[in-house]
């Protein structure tokens, strides 16, 4: 019955094909990653040759694992900045949902509260988008095996990185102790920790037209298929 469910499910631009079924239900983390099969479009020749050249006789390619664009949106990462620094009246602005704006006009100066509306996950996002953001201007800096996902608990293994770190998070005014957020009951986001680099395994090329590639490819959990795309085509 569940495998019809999932076969009827009609998602625009989604093909659901199901390959197994699990006794228990699956949770964020427990795939071991992604395979992937997508078409560059409107390459140059240029363009194409670059990718040729770093797929030569390999069927692995390393590349700086950024967030991708997509973990920002349009203003997550502003969003998520304007929690942190407490700005809840900008953050209200920044936000588009109805909710947040029919309360305002009954309450037009209690923004906590305003925000508290959102599910918790929904709020979690925009500083999720803020630590990548910090993320990914550390990569971009440092030349290091792993780069902190700051948080309330970042503990820093050397200098370099705190200098790094607190140097981003300085020019924001923002503190680690800033990511337990007590006005909002129970969000507080300890940190991790992300390798600099990631790998894409299985690479190839499976068709070529005039200004386009078909690549076929696989990712860890985690990594995100449009900065290796990106990266590869650089």
């Not at 050249?53 to 700086?64: D, G, M, P, R, Y």
Request: charged share 35%.
């Amino acid at each position: 019955k569940k495998k019809k469910l999932l076969e009827d499910l009609r998602l625009k631009d989604i093909k659901i094909t199901v390959i197994g079924l699990s006794d228990v239900p699956i949770s964020l983390g427990d795939h071991g990653g992604n395979e992937f099969l997508i078409r560059v479009k409107n390459l140059t020749t240029e363009d194409k040759l670059k990718a040729k050249q770093k797929l030569k006789e390999k069927n692995s390619v390393s590349f700086i694992n950024f967030f991708g664009e997509q973990r920002f949106s349009k203003n997550n990462m502003q969003i998520g900045k304007a929690i942190l620094k407490r700005e809840w009246q900008k953050a209200c602005s920044l936000i588009k949902d109805k909710k947040i704006e029919e309360y305002l006009q009954k309450h037009p100066r209690d923004f906590v509260n305003a925000i508290r509306l959102l599910p918790k996950k929904t709020i979690s996002i925009y500083i999720h988008a803020y630590q990548s953001y910090v993320w990914n201007k550390c990569a971009e800096i440092m030349e290091v095996d792993q780069i902190p996902i700051i948080g309330f608990s970042t503990e820093f293994k050397d200098k370099l990185t705190e200098f790094t770190v607190e140097g981003i998070l300085k020019k924001d005014k923002i503190l680690l102790k800033d990511f337990i957020i007590r006005e909002i009951p129970n969000l507080y986001l300890e940190g991790d920790s992300r390798k600099k680099y990631a790998k894409a395994s299985n690479v190839r090329m499976v068709e070529e037209g005039k200004d386009y590639m078909v690549l076929k490819f696989k990712l860890g959990t985690g990594c995100y298929a449009t900065e290796f795309i990106r990266q590869l085509f650089e």
